[in-house]
């Protein structure tokens, strides 16, 4: 029989950096790849969250002003 | 016997009194938007609105959330009243400790309910605003543990 | 299956690396005997080695009381209590042991092997072929630990087989003629059976079938097949084969990208026996083909913004519940796609809204469609004025097809052509619009700023203003029943609303034996024009108005942006926090609020009703109180109380406790809610949630969970538990009754089996017995 398992990265992806500093360290905002959404409103709570660990790729987006 | 919180009568005239002290609290960021509302109360519960001095302490909140309610309607199996309940679970660095061990940990916990009706936008938008008002509980909690922390722990 | 493969950390050598490594000796490795007495026999050209041997090579290292190396035919042959430590961790116990020297072909004799992932092999003689494969010849395998007193004793479970085959490079383990035995006792015979190497995580195959037997759906058994076509996609096709509806087919596809990863699911079924289900309106007995899609997808921009969506079609209401589709307790299937950004003080939605509402009271065409939804709220970074200025807006703009209007009176609801949907007989009395039919756009901005100044006697002084703005365009059809409500021309208005306004705080401290004391009186002053166009336009999203201890102090007690609190109003409360010295937390806020001058908006309602029945209408309100208790993480307390101001009478209770202790843990709340009869609540709601969970032994757990609506005396839901779980066995038994009538012809029992068995798989069993005869309605 099979097994099936979490998805994973595609091949040749890059290690995401989940950054959790210890308690003394500086924290530089680097945001954990988490998901910005909470489990409690992104509906299908028998998948699972879908964004775990991703790389969360650093370029500008055209709203970057708004925040 | 009681003295003001933050009077700054405090008993050793050289110490900072409790609002320095609050002040150089640095929030760590949050990740998502209830956080966020969490670290925006905490940081105007420390500095009152002035700019943040170089920070000596790091404070870190996790939080996890639910939903529950105990008055379901039997005919569309729907609660009508619901609570929004969010607990978190905070500990106070200095920053550059190496010991690992924390100025002062604990709890604290917000709890928002609001009517639910067959208007789902209705119940979205008010789920929000508990999602809010919850948070702003569990900020002042924080906020006075932590203060009468530092006013008794100089 | 559940891969839970917790590795042992052998001490000799990097576990991680030689797991996924495969073996690729390293072929210039030297031998390395170390022996209480080494004899050299040169003409038999062989070295042994006697008492406590030990021979490091490659990594691996083997002990045994002696061991003899015979360089002519390159053999190795080691007798009692041998122990082979390989590299990739596993761990050979055998009396005898007879392989090539560099590792690889061995024949071990009664041999008893733990893999790394705490799983092991027992047989009576074992081959080892180039590394990668072993042979076990009537081998025993089991993920239990074997009991350290007296090994002979049974496992829990093992799978006894005529030949085990262990294949490290393709990763699968094979056994022909195998027994699964429960504490030795064979319960059923597999000729031929496979299943991947316990440190596989993703593998193609059959997963575990889950069997179904229930009144509606009758005797099946679900498949699923797993296609795994990369580490970053797969499909999963799962038929499932019932007695009474025939087959249902389900596919769902994942695939995961550079930044982000989306999902696709349908599931489609031609029942057999429609009229299993309640006739329409209450369920779906005249459908025939059903079927249910369903896409999602979360995709990362950059380090502070995302975008997704998560779309549901469903070809009617109750598919997902008839089916015990995706997760259960659907009362509605949101659609959305957002665009989300958050940074530092900072956030922005953007976001698009369409709902099915799933219970038979639903009326499709009475809920909104809502796109585009905007909410940004920034903090500035710098002090404006020496105080923190926070701009937040908000951009709403929706359509609906039918009005929603709710009796709050039983003389006065109508039933909509015998469907379960009512509305008002009359609308100009007992009658709310919480739906307005029609169009309706708002924008709203807000600019909030506060100080907070401390005394010298420590008093606390925070003045606070804030400015607003709406513009609103509302379009209102001219259906049958708007006009009763507010004017169904099509009209563009702006609103405003600026305040100010003074929050005064004095926390007096006191540290004693008993811990430390805060007790804090907090008083609110609040200075505004009155509310402009109350009623005039839709109100969708601050319909809910819980006056509690969390809106007491709030500038604007709308839970919306519809609506905008005016007029002067004074909020006045007492708190008191007790921190004990051993970690306790009593948090207790006591309070009312006072209407001042002007216009009170919360006596003058809207369309939905907001505001009636709250306690905010009088010029004083209703006392709130809140009571927490957190001590110690294993007990906590959060009661909340709104009492009316003239005779204390509980308007509003919530009591919710958690407690663990020892084998106990237990939740519950009970919840109170006074007629709210302007509101359509004609009766009390009162009901009690509890969930309970009670460790009988180390690994036998009881469950007991209920929902139960003391106003009608009966419960709503219950469900019990029985549970084993152990380092490789989960067995647990839910037995869950469901008492409500939406969409069901009747009371529904169901019991779950779960069973899994760690490496080798687990099987779910679900059945739901309709036996109750006398529950029909």
């Known amino acids: 029989c ?66 | ?101 924390p100025v002062f940990q604990g709890r604290a916990f917000g709890r928002a309910s609001y009517d639910r009706s067959r208007q789902r936008f209705a119940t979205i938008r008010a789920r929000r605003d508990a999602e809010d008002r919850a948070a702003d509980v569990v900020a002042q909690q924080i906020t006075t543990q932590i203060a009468a922390h530092l006013a008794t722990n100089p | 299956v559940d891969a839970a493969a917790q590795a042992q950390q052998p001490p ?34 062989t070295v042994s080695a006697i008492g406590d041997a030990v021979i490091y090579y490659d990594g691996s290292v083997l002990q045994a009381d002696r061991v003899i190396y015979d360089q002519k035919n390159g053999r190795l042959r080691a007798t009692g209590n041998v122990r082979l430590l390989e590299r990739d961790g596993n761990v050979i116990h055998s009396e005898s042991l007879d392989m090539s020297d560099d590792f690889a072909q061995g024949f071990v004799q009664s041999l008893q092997v733990e893999t790394a992932a705490r799983t092991n092999f027992a047989a009576t003689s074992a081959q080892r072929k180039d590394g990668r494969i072993t042979v076990f010849e009537n081998g025993v395998y089991s993920a239990c630990a074997t009991c350290k007193d007296n090994p002979d004793r049974p496992p829990l479970w093992r799978v006894r087989a005529a030949r085990i085959i262990s294949d490290q490079q393709e990763k699968m383990v094979y056994y022909e003629d195998a027994r699964l035995e429960f504490f ?152 959305t796609i957002y665009l989300t950004g958050l940074e530092d003080r900072s956030y922005f939605d953007l976001r698009g809204y369409y709902f099915l509402g799933l219970s038979s009271d639903d009326r499709q065409k009475e809920l909104p469609v809502v796109f585009p939804l905007v909410d940004y709220n920034r903090v500035f970074d710098q002090p404006v004025l020496g105080g923190e200025m926070t701009f937040s807006a908000n951009f709403t703009s929706l359509r609906r097809l039918e009005g929603d209007f709710e009796p709050t009176s039983p003389g006065n609801t109508l039933a909509l052509n015998s469907t379960t949907n009512y509305t008002c007989n009359s609308f100009t009395v007992d009658c709310l619009a919480p ?61 405003g609303m600026a305040g100010a ?5 004095f926390p007096l401290v006191a540290a004693n034996a008993l811990g430390t004391h805060t007790v804090e009186p907090i008083a609110q002053f609040i200075a505004r024009p009155n509310e402009q166009h109350i009623g005039e ?29 005016g007029g002067g109003r004074a909020n006045i409360g007492l708190q008191y926090t007790w921190q004990m010295p051993a970690g306790t937390m009593i948090n207790v806020l006591f309070g009312q609020s006072y209407h001042l001058f002007g216009l009170n908006s919360f006596a003058r309602s809207d369309a939905a009703g907001t505001g009636l029945d709250s306690g905010l209408e009088g010029d004083t309100s209703d006392y709130v109180a809140r009571f927490f208790v957190q001590a110690s993480p294993n007990f906590a307390l959060a009661s909340r109380f709104r009492l009316s101001e003239d005779d204390f009478n509980a308007e509003a209770t919530e009591i919710e406790g958690r407690f663990s202790r020892g084998r106990l843990t237990s939740s519950l709340m009970y919840a109170r809610y006074d007629e709210r009869p302007r509101l359509g609540f004609t009766d009390v709601r009162e009901g009690i949630l509890t969930s309970n969970r009670l460790n009988l032994t180390e690994n036998v757990y009881l469950r007991a969970g209920a929902l139960y609506d003391i106003e009608r005396d009966e ?44 490496t080798l798989g687990d099987a779910n069993i679900s059945t739901s017995i309709d036996t109750d005869s006398d529950s029909t309605f």
Not at chain 3, 201 to 206: M, V, Y
Not at chain 3, 231 to 240: G, H, S
């Open chain 3, 501 to 505: 306004g003074l929050e005064y705080r």
């Open chain 3, 537 to 565: 336009a839709p109100n969708e999203d601050a319909q809910s108005l819980f006056f509690d201890d969390t809106t007491l102090f709030a500038w604007d007690k709308f839970s919306g942006w519809d609506r905008v609190e």
């Open chain 3, 12 to 45: 000799a050598n990097d576990l991680a690396s030689s797991l996924t490594a495969g073996r690729n000796d390293d072929p210039n490795a030297r031998m390395l005997v170390e022996a209480a007495e080494v004899l050299y026999d040169y003409d038999k050209e």
């Open chain 3, 184 to 335: 030795g006792v064979p319960i059923a015979y597999l000729p031929f059976f496979q299943h991947p190497d316990p440190t596989v995580k993703r593998k193609s195959g059959l997963l575990v079938p889950t069997y179904i037997a229930s009144s509606e759906l009758g005797f099946g058994v679900r498949v699923p097949y797993f296609w795994n076509i990369a580490p970053n996609k797969d499909l999963t096709i799962t038929p499932t084969v019932m007695s009474r509806q025939g087959l249902m087919l389900e596919g769902e596809w994942r695939h995961r990208l550079l930044n982000g990863a989306y999902t696709i699911r349908a599931a489609g079924v031609f029942q057999a026996d429609s009229d299993a289900f309640p006739a329409s309106p209450f369920g779906a007995a005249d459908e025939d083909a059903r079927g249910a899609f369903q896409t999602r997808g979360e995709f990362a921009i950059n380090q502070h913004w995302e975008w997704g969506w998560n779309i549901n079609l469903l070809s009617d209401k109750w598919v997902l519940d008839d089916y015990n589709l995706w997760g259960s307790g659907w009362n509605e299937a949101i659609s």
């Open chain 1, 2 to 67: 099979g097994r099936k398992g979490p998805l994973e990265p595609p091949p040749g992806a890059p290690a995401a950096a989940v950054v959790t500093p210890a308690p003394g360290e500086d924290d530089d905002g680097i945001r954990p790849s988490a998901s910005l959404q909470r489990p409690t409103d992104s509906g299908a709570a028998d998948q699972g969250p879908l964004l775990d660990n991703v790389a969360r790729p650093d370029r500008p987006f055209l709203l970057d002003p708004l925040l």
């Open chain 2, 1 to 101: 016997c009681l003295r003001p919180l933050y009077g700054d009568t405090s008993p050793a005239p050289g110490n900072q009194n409790v609002r320095d002290r609050l002040s150089a609290i640095e929030v760590q960021e949050a990740t998502n938007r209830i956080d966020q509302q969490i670290r925006n109360d905490l940081i105007f519960a420390f500095t009152g609105g002035a700019a943040a001095p170089e920070p000596l302490y790091r404070l870190r909140v996790e939080t996890n959330d639910a939903l529950q309610s105990a008055v379901v309607d039997p005919f569309t199996s729907r609660p009508t009243t619901e609570t929004y309940a969010l607990d978190a679970t905070f500990r106070l660095d200095r920053i550059g400790s190496t010991d690992g061990k």
């Open chain 3, 435 to 495: 739906g307005i039919a029609g169009n309706y756009t708002r924008a709203s901005a807000d600019l909030q700023w506060r100080k907070q100044i401390i005394d010298r006697i420590g008093q606390v002084w925070t003045p606070f203003a804030f400015v607003r703005g709406d513009m609103i365009w509302r379009d209102p059809s001219d259906t049958v029943g708007n006009a009763s409500f507010m004017s169904t021309d099509q009209e563009f208005y702006t609103r």
């Open chain 3, 715 to 758: 419960f709503s839901n219950t469900s019990f538990g029985l549970g084993y779980l152990d380092e490789c066995f989960d067995l647990e038994v839910t037995y869950a009754t469901d008492y409500s009538r939406d969409g069901n012809k009747e009371r529904v029992h169901q019991m779950f089996v779960k069973l899994s068995l760690r």
